[in-house]
């Protein structure tokens, strides 16, 4: 019988690593502003076609909208500043995975059960633990 189960990854800690995450978390506070930049556009934009009741409705779904985002932008703020603390061969959780397993009559199933992991370094896998 064939069964799923979860395999985390866990990325390296390089210099290669550390610059690509920095790029990727500076792109993604840049996204998040251009959003709220939109937000308050459209928002404006809308105001001006309806009456007060409607402008309050509107100001209010927008208001959470651009709250949100920019509660995404204090995160990936956040985690450029631990990315700077972090020291190089640390491993960081990168996600996780499904794999199928084969379970056989006999197994040990607590062994089975245990964490498996795929280590990954500037993208190259350098280590499967089962």
């Known amino acids: 019988m064939k069964v799923i189960r979860k395999v985390a990854i866990k990325q390296e800690v390089t210099e290669n690593s550390k610059e690509k995450l920095k790029k990727d978390y500076e792109w993604k506070i840049f996204q998040y502003e ?16 309806q009456t007060v009741q409607k402008k309050e409705d509107i100001a209010a779904r927008f208001k959470k909208e651009i709250d949100s985002r920019k509660d995404h932008i ?4 956040y985690k450029l500043e ?21 379970v056989e009559e ?14 990954i ?9 089962e």
Not at 34 to 49: G, I, S, T
């Open 106 to 119: 006999g197994m040990n199933w607590e062994e089975m059960q245990k964490n498996a992991s795929i280590v």
């Open 34 to 49: 251009q959003e709220c930049e939109q937000l308050v556009f459209e928002q404006k934009k809308l105001e001006q076609q």
């Open 74 to 77: 204090n995160w990936y703020k």
């Open 121 to 129: 370094r500037d993208g190259i896998v350098v280590n499967i633990t």
């Open 82 to 102: 631990q990315l700077d603390l972090l020291p190089i061969g640390n491993q960081i959780h990168d996600g996780e995975i499904d794999a199928i397993v084969e």
